[in-house]
């Protein structure tokens, strides 16, 4: 049995939404709605896939849709799918600008009982598999998130944005409550926070240390991982190259460690992501990354945010007095 699919908005990310679910058997390709009927004309002609006049006209035809528009729409644009038809939903990352409205999709999937997926795709890096698959007890995180300037995504401060992807990873990762976050942050170019660099402590010990910036000369995508047993994992997103070591301590000689790298396949974690999501709405299994999920780590991101501008407000006043 097939599922048909819409994708709603096809800017820069939603374009690939549609190409990448042309590719995935048992999918069947609805039609693209995109408010700017130029660039859905443009995106359509190109995957030779049908362009829709309205959301009402896309969502009559589909059994599930990819919500690929800028953050702050998505909870009006879930609202009005929903209150046409109970389709299940993709929706991009974050799941919302703000708790409330993150809140009011999830009661409104809950409420129609559909699956809702959040588009955490780090999730399906297959080197984040990986290290996910050895069950670290996470002793120290480090992770680094750098992008150079674009206007896409500054509708959100850098934290909602880009940290996020790593708050989820390491709420998956750490197996406690959080106990303190420290942050300091400022902006750059945009008036939300640009830089931020947060301590996350967990009550079982375990530190996070998390850098993003959207204002950075070059990228960088690094993820490590001290555990308690001894094991180090240092994972590039972009490559997909895993560093892993295992350090045995010998009383009274030096530490042995071994070492070892893995390269992973290049399957576009973007088309694992949405064969994931359709294998869910078949089954009717849970998907990979739930709207609760995506609650929590946008919970902590908000907070993460609020520090940051209450650290740097600090700062300003310090300096003015
Ligand atoms: P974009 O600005 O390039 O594209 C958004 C598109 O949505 C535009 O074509 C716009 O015309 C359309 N649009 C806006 N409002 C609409 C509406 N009400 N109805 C229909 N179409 C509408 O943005 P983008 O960079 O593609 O980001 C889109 C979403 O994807 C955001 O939520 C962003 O956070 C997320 N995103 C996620 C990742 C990731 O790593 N998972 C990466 C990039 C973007």
């Known amino acids: 049995m097939g599922i048909r699919i819409g994708v709603v908005g096809v800017g820069y990310l939603g374009q690939h939404h549609a190409r990448v679910l042309t590719e995935i058997p048992g999918v069947e390709m609805a039609g693209i709605f995109d408010e700017d009927e130029g660039r859905a004309r443009e995106v359509a002609s190109r995957l030779q896939v049908p362009v829709k006049k309205s959301l009402t006209e896309l969502v ?4 599930a849709v990819s919500i690929v528009t800028p953050t702050r729409t ?3 644009i879930v609202e009005k799918v929903l209150s046409q038809s109970s389709v299940h939903i993709f929706l991009e ?11 009011k999709i999830l009661s409104l999937a809950r409420e129609k009982n559909i699956l809702l997926q959040v588009g955490h795709i780090e999730r399906f890096n297959p080197g984040l598999e990986a290290i996910l698959e050895a069950k670290p007890k996470p002793a120290y995180i480090e992770a680094q998130r750098l992008s150079s300037f674009g206007i896409r995504g500054t509708d959100v401060p850098v934290v ?3 940290m996020i992807h790593d708050i989820d990873i390491i ?12 942050v300091v942050g400022t902006p750059v170019i945009t008036p939300h926070i640009d ?29 490590r991982v001290f ?3 001894g094991r180090y994992f240092s994972l590039n997103f972009d490559t997909r190259e895993l560093s892993e070591a295992k350090v045995t301590l010998n009383p009274g000689s030096l530490p042995h460690i071994d070492r070892g790298k893995r390269l992973f396949d ?21 998907p990979k990354v739930t709207g609760a999920d995506a609650f929590e780590a946008l919970k902590v991101a908000l907070e993460v945010n609020r520090l940051a501008e209450e650290s740097l407000k600090r700062f300003q006043q310090m300096g003015s007095g």
Not at 266 to 275: D, H, M
């Open 93 to 103: 990352k974050p799941i919302a600008d703000s708790l409330e409205n993150a809140e």
């Open 160 to 162: 909602v944005d880009l």
């Open 195 to 223: 830089i931020a660099n947060a301590w996350i402590e967990f009550e079982n010990g375990c530190l996070a240390q998390v850098l993003s910036s959207r204002v950075s000369l070059e990228k960088l995508r690094k993820f």
């Open 60 to 63: 009559r035809e589909c059994d």
């Open 266 to 286: 290049a399957e576009e974690p973007l088309k694992k992501e949405l064969k994931s999501f359709v294998s869910s709405v078949l089954s009717g299994t849970a």
């Open 74 to 76: 998505h909870t009006q």
């Open 227 to 229: 555990d308690r047993e």
């Open 171 to 182: 709420l998956t990762l750490v197996n406690s409550p959080i106990q303190t976050i420290r």
